[in-house]
């Protein structure tokens, strides 16, 4: 399972890190975004299969996305 934030560093995003990790291995790794902005697009997170959670996110909240994130990528 990759947790990723949003913004990282150098302009890069956490899609573009889960990207890179998913290219060097053969089997699916599930993923997940958490951002702190809430500028972030959702509608290129959404549009590429992927979950996105806002900042501060609670304990159950982060359950059920990373139960429903290893779900969806098996």
Do not use: W
């Amino acid at each position: 399972m990759i947790v990723s934030d949003y913004q990282l560093s150098r302009g890069l995003t956490g899609i573009d890190a889960i990207e890179r990790l998913r290219s060097a291995f053969p089997n699916p790794i599930p993923a997940l975004l958490i951002s702190g902005d809430a500028s972030s697009p959702r509608c290129e997170v959404g549009s590429q299969g992927y979950h996105l959670l806002y900042k501060p996110v609670n304990a159950e909240r982060l359950h059920a996305a990373l139960v429903a994130a290893s779900v969806l990528r098996q």
